[in-house]
């Protein structure tokens, strides 16, 4: 079967999350990518399709249930709601959430089994496994990290068992080809050439089953009651089941995907073992896979063993989700790691947005109000060339796009200390100060549209209070200051 992407629709997806803990700040990063480039895209007159979800199967989720003393699939209602509202949260306009427990994902999963029924054998798995990552480790990985997983911090476990294979390693040739011609774009180059190496070295068939007698929560593999389905191949099928593979009409008009985000953690899950999937079932390959960094938290990996879990909640009922959206967009460096301390947030809200960004809006409607009344009068559109910005958001790279705004606001206010409107005032040539602030308004305006996909919120202020070319007032500041030295 083949699916072909109309010129005007749009299909994004996030990695569905692990439910095995609760969500916090490290995990906002890619759903606000993701949420840019939706916005982004509906604002040049596509029709998106935003999908984000949960990742509900496995022995890890069984396990912490029990712990809970809750049955597995309350447990994981629970659990996932709380990623579920993390969306909202942070103003997240997603269109579709999918659960891997949701019964039309269980029946497609099915169907794409049987799909690749050609490409699946039965063999006995011998070899290394992450409990932590629920991940079968190739020997070459062990052996890299001297048996013990980089994530989780605990040896492999050794077991053998008989499983279900997928003949990945038919793939390793087809997916190398498609990268290096760009019809399967990997991003950053980083990434990429590090899936490349390991497509150099040859893919190994995979393992796609766990006996029942040992995790039995998951999807049953069809016509073999004996095994499960493994938890990780089983959820990366969702990407086409939350489209209705494979005879819906979202599934024909979305499919391929224009872009996946996904953290660098699980690249090898979605620049090999997926692409494979895909080829097994003779659908084209996502046009974008883009692979971003953690979010550490001064420097430190964020851990409730280390106490420095912070929650978006905490910094969007202080400042807003405007300025959460902001700190991690711009300075969370877009193709590397990024780091969240009080501190470094407080002064970007304050220097930046504060001062420069919320300071040229209140002097430019105070004098809007004093010279003109509340009137702007006409607002011609300033020719900034903003080719870069939009090259910038193409790329993911949304910390230099937020900068390339940046760059205007600081222009604006230079323009205004240059100007000085005040002064022409007080010389008696109104004429010219109409122009002026016209000209103030007009920038606003500009910036309030590339503002748009990053921090919706404050672009609707902005245009609301200047586009009617009538001054119309707004409660309080845009971004008031504060002041905590006890948060470092």
Excluded at 69 to 74: A, D, H, S, T, Y
Excluded at 466 to 482: A, I, N, R, W, Y
């Amino acid at each position: 079967m083949s699916a072909k992407t109309t010129a005007k629709s749009y299909f994004i997806t996030t990695s569905i999350p692990y439910i095995n803990g609760e969500p916090h700040i490290g995990h906002t990063y890619e759903l606000l990518a993701a949420d840019v480039l939706a916005r982004y895209a509906r604002s040049h007159g596509q029709d998106v399709l935003l999908s984000t979800g949960t990742d509900e199967h496995g022995g890890k989720i069984q396990e912490k249930a029990k712990q809970s003393g809750k049955p597995v699939k309350e447990y994981a209602d629970e659990i996932s709601k709380k990623w579920r509202e993390l969306g909202p949260l942070v103003n997240m306009s997603t269109d579709r959430f999918i659960r891997t427990t949701d019964p039309g994902h269980e029946q497609r999963a099915a169907l794409i089994w049987q799909a690749l029924q050609a490409d699946i054998y039965k063999g006995k798995y011998s070899g290394w496994y992450c409990t932590g990552c629920e991940a079968f480790v190739p020997e070459a990985t062990a052996k890299e990290n001297n048996g013990v997983c980089p994530i989780h911090e605990r040896a492999y476990d050794k077991i053998e068992e008989e499983n279900y294979f997928f003949k990945l390693s038919k793939y390793s040739a087809e997916i190398t080809a498609k990268i290096m011609d760009g019809s399967f774009r990997v991003i950053p180059d980083t990434r990429r050439n590090e899936v490349l190496h390991v497509l150099k070295e040859g893919l190994e068939d995979i393992s796609i089953s766990r006996p029942k007698d040992k995790i039995s929560w998951g999807v049953p593999v069809p016509g073999d009651d004996t095994q499960i389905m493994y938890v990780w191949f089983e959820a990366l099928m969702n990407y086409i089941t939350v489209l209705g593979y494979p005879e819906h009409a979202d599934f024909k008009k979305f499919w391929p995907a224009n872009v996946q985000i996904v953290g660098k953690d699980i690249s090898r899950f979605h620049a090999a073992i997926w692409p494979g999937m895909l080829l097994g079932l003779k659908l084209p390959l996502p046009k974008m896979l883009y692979v971003h960094g953690f979010i550490n938290f001064g420097g430190q990996k964020i851990s409730k063993s280390l106490g420095n879990v912070v929650h978006p909640r905490e910094v969007v009922d202080k400042y807003g989700v405007d300025a959460l959206r902001y700190y991690l967009l711009r300075h969370t460096p877009s193709y590397e790691d990024g780091d969240f301390t009080w501190k470094r947030f407080e002064a970007a809200y304050n220097n930046e947005l504060a001062n420069e960004l919320g300071n040229a809006v209140s002097r430019a409607a105070a004098m809007i109000t004093k010279y003109q009344n509340g009137l702007i009068g006409d607002i011609a559109k300033p020719e900034h060339d903003s080719a870069q910005y939009h090259k910038e958001i193409a790329d993911c790279r949304f910390d230099r796009a937020l900068e390339e705004v940046w760059q205007q606001v600081r222009g604006l206010n230079q323009y205004i200390e240059e100007e000085k409107p005040w002064v022409i005032a007080a010389g008696g040539d109104m004429g010219h100060v109409g122009e002026v602030l016209a000209y103030i308004v007009s920038c606003l305006l500009e910036i309030a549209e590339m503002l748009s996909p990053f921090m919706p919120a404050t672009s609707d202020k902005i245009t609301a209070m200047f586009d009617s070319g009538v001054l119309q007032k707004t409660e309080g500041t845009l971004f008031p200051k504060h002041e905590d030295p006890a948060k470092v």
